[in-house]
């Protein structure tokens, strides 16, 4: 399957007097990633191929396909034709809500919004469900070490330096950086966090989500 980065060769102006000079640089990789629940196909995906059961749990979670990460029973990450990733996702009792006249995606979602595809405008805005645990209360403090925190787990935004990253940060004595997921497109990242925690079982309302980017140079 395609890598998360690829090393591409570059043009560097390096001044007047010695012109362009020939390097490399990494750049993050896009795939198309389909999801499919129990044999039928739901969605396609742009996205960054890394942590793609993660990506599979949090998208299910966050299009409420399924109510926990406990009705998932099986995830196949497969390649699929061209540089394309098939996702195959089984659920206990084919439990996946993917009813087409729901929130069933028809269109290719780019890594841009996370709603393009969505069917009509009652899908893009559904309710949220409040998190009823108690609030969590930071000071500056906390907030500066998650962010650095954050900056430093950013592995392949190290490398490449045009990566989104999300976060999550826990508080107390016994708390910190839980777990980072990054991704070209934000809310792949935020999805991968999500299902990332919820394997972990790691519930949100004990701590905070961060997000993280950092621009090509």
């Given at each position: ?81 061209g ?37 009509c ?18 000071t ?15 592995q ?26 990054e991704?070209?497109?934000r ?6 966090l ?24």
């Amino acid at each position: 399957m395609k890598p998360a980065l690829t090393p591409v060769p570059r043009l560097h102006h390096a001044g007047a007097v010695a012109g362009l000079v020939a390097g490399q640089r990494t750049v993050p990789e896009e795939a198309a990633v389909a999801f499919h629940y129990n044999g039928r196909s739901h969605a396609v995906m742009m996205a960054t191929p890394a942590d793609l059961e993660d990506f599979a749990v949090g998208f299910s979670l966050a299009e409420s396909l399924v109510a926990s990460a406990q009705d998932i029973t099986d995830i196949q990450v497969r390649p699929a034709v061209g540089d394309g990733i098939d996702v195959h996702i089984t659920t206990r009792g084919g439990a996946a809500d993917t009813d087409p006249g729901k929130h069933h995606h028809r269109l290719t979602g780019p890594s841009g919004c996370g709603l393009c595809g969505v069917q009509c405008t009652q899908n893009a805005l559904r309710p949220v469900q409040w998190v009823r645990r108690p609030v969590a209360r930071w000071t500056a403090e906390t907030v500066a070490m998650a962010m650095q925190g954050l900056q430093g787990a950013q592995q392949l935004n190290r490398q490449a330096r045009a990566l989104h990253a999300a976060g999550f940060w826990a508080p107390g004595p016994q708390g910190g950086l839980v777990a980072v997921r990054e991704d070209i497109g934000r809310h792949c990242a935020l999805d991968k966090l999500a299902g990332a925690l919820a394997r972990q079982g790691v519930h949100g309302g004990g701590g905070a989500r961060q997000r993280g980017w950092e621009p090509a140079c």
